[in-house]
């Protein structure tokens, strides 16, 4: 297995305009979870679906974010319109039943 | 009061010493315990989970004390390759999510 996918690794925008990052989890794992690292802050927990649906939400900063996992396979997390403040790398985290939470390579995201 | 606290560090050691790091945190109903590794600009990476009696793996020993919300993390023998920054992650009864604290730096030196 490839492990988690992210896309992209790097992503450069605009201050105002649309971002979506993207994962694949790892065939078999039922539990994702989307963390924001800064260092200010550290890892946060943004949101995490259980089953493709979404348990907890309450990471999620404001209302110019939104995550869905419309499948087993795939999960998006879309600022829109993103802000500078939004700089900061965005990891992917998958888990089986019984395992360790295995993260993707996550996606360095800068809003000038 | 965040929910998990460590000593951001740096924590410079030479090779061979030995080095511990401490985390606290604050939910008393916090289940399971781990610490994690992460390397300059990569992903976090479980290193081993921290079990009530203690537990070691080679030159790591973690243990727990949950009376007084305290886990830390023993390395002996360090090596330059442990040059990394280390985190202490608990996960809460009934929720799959995991918390991290921010980080305890750790540099090996030559």
């Known amino acids: 297995d490839a492990g988690v996918i992210q896309s992209p690794r790097h992503e450069v925008t605009e201050m105002g305009q649309e971002v979506t990052l993207r994962c694949k989890p790892i065939?078999?794992?039922?539990?994702l979870f989307w963390y924001r690292q800064t260092m200010m802050r550290g890892l946060e927990l943004l949101i995490y679906?259980?089953?493709?649906?979404?348990?907890?939400d309450s990471g999620m900063p404001e209302d110019r974010f939104s995550a869905k996992m419309p499948n087993a396979s795939f999960s998006t997390l879309k600022i829109q319109p993103s802000e500078p403040r939004d700089s900061a790398v965005y990891f992917c985290a998958t888990q089986a039943l019984n395992t360790e939470a295995f993260f993707g390579q996550g996606t360095r995201l800068t809003v000038v | 009061r965040k929910e998990v606290e460590q000593d951001p560090g740096p924590f410079n050691v030479p090779e061979g010493a030995t080095v511990a790091f401490n985390c606290t945190y604050s939910?008393?109903?916090?289940?399971?315990f781990f610490w994690y590794r992460q390397d300059c600009r990569k992903e976090p990476k479980l290193l081993m989970s921290?079990?009530?009696s203690g537990n070691e793996d080679g030159r790591f020993t973690a243990q727990l004390n949950r009376a007084s919300q305290y886990i830390s993390l023993l390395i002996r023998d360090s090596k330059l390759s442990d040059s990394a920054t280390y985190l202490c992650?608990?996960?809460?009864?009934?929720?799959?999510?995991?918390?991290f604290g921010s980080g305890t730096r750790l540099q090996v030196q030559p």
């Open positions: 992650v608990v996960k809460d009864t009934g929720r799959r999510a995991l918390t």
């Open positions: 679906f259980n089953n493709n649906v979404p348990i907890d």
């Open positions: 065939s078999g794992h039922n539990s």
């Open positions: 939910n008393s109903a916090s289940q399971s």
């Open positions: 921290v079990y009530s």
